[in-house]
């Protein structure tokens, strides 16, 4: 089937088969590799994006159901050359090491800053409870989120 959708403020349209998963069609279809294909069970968020502005897996949407629908991805943050602020935290904070889940925490932790401005450290471990980083043992990451709430 033939899918439309707006990502980033695009409107893209694929041939996507019914089975296919969005992520699959963002990564391989979209020219969108941004989020990342770590488990594709919605166990560890690498590949979080906002669906219509909320946040979700896009390994566990079809991309059929986001026909007509707004995705944003990792790619869209960003204001040209200029990083959205909670990628520069993790820059600045050296939350970043294979960097395989940090598309899905910079998703993640934009997400929530959006809605909570001055997250305490509770609503910083809820938020990205669904985002498994191998690498860094998450002190870096909490050390980028707060600083990203503070700029
Ligand atoms: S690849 Fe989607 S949650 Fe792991
Ligand atoms: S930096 Fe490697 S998995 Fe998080």
């Not at 990792?74 to 935290?89: C, I």
């Not at 939350?95 to 959006?114: I, Y």
């Not at 938020?127 to 498994?132: D, E, T």
Request: proline share 3%; with cysteine; glycine share 10%.
């Amino acid at each position: 089937m033939r899918v439309s959708l707006t990502i980033n403020g695009e409107r893209h349209e694929a041939d996507c088969w019914e089975g296919e998963s969005l992520l699959f069609a963002l990564r391989e279809k979209l020219g969108f590799p941004g989020s990342k294909n770590a488990c594709e069970q919605g166990e560890c968020g690498s590949c979080s994006v906002l669906y219509d502005g909320t946040l979700v897996c896009a390994c566990l949407v079809l991309a059929a159901q986001a026909d007509g629908h707004e995705v944003t991805t990792v790619e869209g943050l960003a204001e040209g050359e200029e990083l959205h602020p909670v990628q520069q935290a993790f820059v600045d904070a050296g939350a970043v090491q294979c960097g395989f889940c940090t598309p899905g925490l910079v998703v993640a932790t934009a997400d929530l800053l959006r809605r909570s401005p001055d997250p305490s450290d509770d609503e910083i471990r809820e938020a990205l409870s669904g985002n498994l980083c191998r690498c860094t043992g998450y002190a870096k990451i909490f050390d980028a989120v707060r600083a990203a709430a503070r700029s």
